[in-house]
């Protein structure tokens, strides 16, 4: 269900009208649902347990870099859910909101010797290796503290997920994972290497994916890879299928979560049964958008509304800086008027601040709105404010958690005096 809807003709986040959110804490504000949340994540964790996993047989990682508010990671981590950080920062975040690293997987391209470092250090799941040379590089590291390195390869499995190409990850001309064809060789050569112990086996093939096809075609071939390194006695402890199922911007009708899990673990199952007397596997995921995206919306106020021959333009406070996908990937976002009007609409393009032409929020929307309306750009939980920048000197929005009929602050507003604290002038 929606917890952003309608109530006597204002928009409200649970029981919280958005005119109040503004009031105060001002705009362009992050607002987000913590009863969606709890909902979104649910629906990985319950499926989980109906299936006959409880958390030694499945993990839940969710994805740092979608939504990284450590009242978010609070929450998460409170749920039980793990996490899948992509850098040494978000390591730091998951500790700082309370979360066992323990339970956190690393990813990336581009591990530094000091995020080796700090990951060992705080004795982490696993590290998802991506190349031959991290993995070099991770044996040195945790060598010279006198430890070995849990270590899961990524694999790409050569798979279409039939998304946009700056979200898929999963073909072979991806920068991501180890080629399917070498990674045979790869895990030998991670078996050869003294302070690497390998557990696991990930993929991830792209995001908003609707369709669940491709990623139990990415299991079909991980479950080969798995088969044929159990021949060579390399037994893997778990697979990790990645995150990447979609949510609704528009009219997209993504797969449910319990259908598309009911699906793998029937897979999973049965593989097992066959294969090795139904000794169970550790299942691990990693979602990011499809447990904050629906979460939250971004708000907005309109600045000016702008009328030419061609075009009319609703300017509004946020821009590109605080929400990059448009701009970015053309991505669609819905655009709602906190208030509902009786007067005729007209057809807006929303547009921010920024002097840049990219910086578009929505086009060609039908709005009934007059200048100081507030506006909800929606489903702006996943990608939204841990993509925002201080382009043009502009201070990143504050972040707003709705509880019930409750409003939290969870992220102050930045100001531009906080933007250059960390520049010097020449002496
Ligand atoms: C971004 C990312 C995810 C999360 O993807 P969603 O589409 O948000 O679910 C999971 N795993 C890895 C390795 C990622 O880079």
């Known amino acids: 269900m929606s917890y952003f809807s309608y109530k006597n003709g204002v928009l409200h986040a649970e029981n919280v009208a ?3 959110i503004a009031q105060q804490f001002g705009s362009p504000t992050y607002v987000y649902s913590k009863a969606a ?18 958390d030694t047989g499945a993990m839940i990682c969710y994805s740092v870099k979608s939504n990284s508010n450590l009242a978010v990671l609070q929450l998460l981590n409170q749920l039980g859910s793990g996490f899948d950080i992509v850098s040494g920062g978000e390591l730091l975040r998951v500790i700082a909101a309370g979360g066992d690293p323990r339970k956190v997987i690393f990813s990336g391209v581009g591990k530094s010797r000091d995020e080796m470092r700090l990951a060992l250090s705080h ?22 503290m006198g430890k070995r390195a849990a270590i899961s390869l990524r694999v790409n499995p050569n798979v279409d997920a039939k998304t946009h190409p700056y979200i898929s990850t999963g073909l072979k001309e991806n920068k991501f994972g180890v080629a399917y064809d070498e990674a045979l060789a790869c895990y030998r050569t991670a078996a050869s290497l003294p302070h690497i112990e390998v557990v696991g086996i990930d993929c991830h093939i792209g995001s908003q994916l609707l369709d669940d096809a491709p990623l139990l ?12 390194l159990h021949s060579e006695g390399i037994q893997l402890h778990h697979l990790d299928i990645g995150g990447g199922i979609g949510i609704t911007y528009d009219d997209e009708k993504p797969v449910a979560i319990t259908d598309y899990l009911g699906r793998l673990f029937a897979r999973v199952d ?41 075009k009319n333009f609703a300017v509004v406070d946020a821009a590109m800086n605080d929400l990059m996908r448009p701009a970015m990937y053309e991505a669609w976002h819905g655009v709602q008027a906190v208030l509902q ?3 005729a609409s007209q057809t807006y393009d929303v547009v921010g601040p920024v002097c840049e032409s990219g910086d578009w929020l929505a086009r060609s929307r039908s709005l009934a709105i007059e200048q100081g309306d507030l506006l909800a750009i929606m489903s702006a939980g996943a990608y939204g404010m841990t993509m925002a920048s201080n382009y043009n000197t502009r201070g990143r929005a504050a972040e707003v958690m709705v509880d019930g009929d409750q409003a939290h602050l969870i992220r102050k507003r930045e100001n531009p005096g906080d933007l250059f604290a960390l520049e010097s002038t020449l002496a």
Request: aromatic share 8%; hydrophobic share 40%; proline share 4%.
């Open 18 to 20: 958005l005119s109040a």
């Open 37 to 54: 949340l709890v909902e979104h994540f649910s629906a990985y964790h319950d499926t989980c347990k109906l299936h006959g996993r409880d």
């Open 123 to 144: 004795d982490i799941f696993c590290f998802n290796v991506e190349s031959i040379p991290e993995l070099h590089r991770l044996n040195e590291v945790a060598g010279a």
């Open 217 to 228: 075609e990415a299991l079909d071939k991980v479950i080969e890879l798995i088969d044929q």
């Open 270 to 310: 049965a593989w097992r049964q066959q294969k090795y007397q139904g000794a169970p596997i550790k299942v691990m995921f990693e979602p990011g958008r499809s447990i904050v995206g629906n979460a939250g919306i971004l708000l907005t106020e309109v600045q000016y509304l702008k009328h030419s021959a061609a």
């Open 341 to 343: 009007r009786p007067t």
